[in-house]
């Protein structure tokens, strides 16, 4: 079983680049120990997020350290044994999030972020999963004069990038979302984002999309990678595979790839819930809303009602612990009439990431055929088929349709 490229994970990821692979003329084997889609893309909130233009940053101000420092905000949690092991990488996260470090990553995210829905698209298109997808965008609500004026502000540092919303009053938000209740005082409803009904579901169709056009996919332990000569080989339960290339695009599991082949790359994990609920009645909800003062998302999934968490700084393989999305649930039921679970426990998911807030894409410094594709944080499902494309293109030796360089494995 020799193949030129082996993809090691099958989630949104690696599926997009196996696919953009595979459409310049590459024959591709795609590996993983489970099924497509059933880790970290399973459990997102939905949103190809168009209107992220400026990263995730760790707050500077006092007030905002202090308030997430006592350990009762719903939107960031933190195990307190577990800060120490990762100090280092969030006292460079902190390094980053200054006015001009913030800055120069979102500069650098900007060309990934405006093709993420057109990218989407075209392989939507493709896959004929159309019926997945929602254009309607989402909506951002505040319940709070504070955090309204926090909320505005941060629209009004991206009006520059062109982005199209609507500011909302209560009426308005109310004739938008009808069965949301009566706490929220306004919205911004961002309009360029799509969103997807089911994130499993659309990652799974891209992989019959690469499946129906000759890829194959093969049960195995990315562990198990090994190089002899020039080749790369990984056991299936099929048997070897060989390839002269081999793309690492497992997320939070990457650095047991990288690692003992000796890169030093700062990936580290924020945690984070979901669950699903009933709405009570005829209660419906027609697209995304974010609480901007809780940082939890409630989205229309097939399964129901999904509300997905903020962060969760913990163990990689630390028990759950259900105290963020308790509270996050009690703030809910005062926004829509959630009705019960539908789910007898939470699912629990990471969300790889890097200090500098950007992904590592782009061939390993010490190793031949070896590449890159991983630590993409709260955006995979965003940036799986634009970051596909780029690492196809530096891989087939196309021009790129933008520079790769602040994405290079060696810039730590």
């Not at 390094?95 to 989407?120: F, G």
């Not at 940082?295 to 229309?300: K, Q």
Request: aromatic share 8%; with cysteine.
């Amino acid at each position: 079983m020799r193949y030129d490229v082996i993809v090691l994970g099958a989630g949104i990821v690696g599926v997009s680049a196996a696919l953009h692979l595979q459409s310049r003329g590459r024959s591709v084997c795609l590996i993983d120990r489970r099924s497509p889609g059933e880790e970290t893309s399973y459990g997102n909130a939905g949103l190809i997020e168009r209107a992220s233009v400026i990263p995730y940053a760790m707050p500077r101000q006092f007030s905002a350290l202090l308030r997430y420092g006592l350990n009762r905000s719903p939107d960031v949690r933190y195990r307190l044994a577990h800060l120490p092991k990762m100090s280092t990488w969030l006292f460079q996260y902190w390094l980053h999030s200054s006015s001009k470090r913030l800055l120069e990553a979102t500069n650098a995210m900007l060309p990934l972020i405006e093709r993420c829905v057109t990218e989407h698209d075209e392989l939507i298109d493709r896959a004929e999963l159309t019926h997945l997808l929602r254009r309607s965008g989402w909506i951002e609500t505040f319940s709070t004069s504070e955090g309204k004026k926090k909320a505005l502000s941060a629209a009004k540092d991206v009006e520059r990038y062109g982005l199209n919303y609507d500011i909302l009053d209560a009426a308005e938000l109310k004739a938008r979302e009808p069965h949301l209740l009566d706490s929220p005082i306004g919205a911004i409803h961002w309009r360029d984002p799509t969103t997807v009904s089911d994130p499993e579901a659309l990652t799974k169709g891209y992989v019959a999309l690469f499946m129906k056009r000759g890829g194959r996919f093969a049960s195995g332990d990315a562990r198990s990678l090994s190089q002899s000569g020039q080749d790369w080989i990984v056991a299936t339960e099929e048997g070897l595979v060989t390839a002269a290339e081999v793309v690492v695009a497992l997320g939070p599991w990457s650095d047991q790839i990288f690692k003992p082949l000796g890169y030093r790359i700062p990936l580290a994990v924020k945690r984070g819930y979901h669950m699903h609920y009933g709405a009570k009645g005829e209660a419906k909800l027609n697209q995304p809303v974010l609480d901007f003062e809780g940082g939890y998302v409630l989205t229309p999934m097939s399964k129901g009602i999904r509300l997905t968490t903020g962060v969760e700084l913990a163990g990689f393989d630390a028990p759950q612990d259900a105290r963020q999305l308790d509270h996050a649930e009690a703030m809910a039921r005062n926004l829509f009439p959630l009705a019960e679970r539908v789910e007898p426990k939470p699912w629990l998911g990471r969300r790889p990431c890097l200090p500098d807030m950007r992904p590592v894409i782009g061939e390993a410094p010490r190793h031949k055929g070896l590449w890159f594709n991983f630590g993409h944080a709260h955006h995979g499902l965003t940036l799986g088929p634009v970051t596909g494309r780029l690492l196809a293109e530096m891989m087939t030796g196309e021009e790129t349709f933008c520079d790769p360089s602040p994405y290079r494995a060696d810039r730590f």
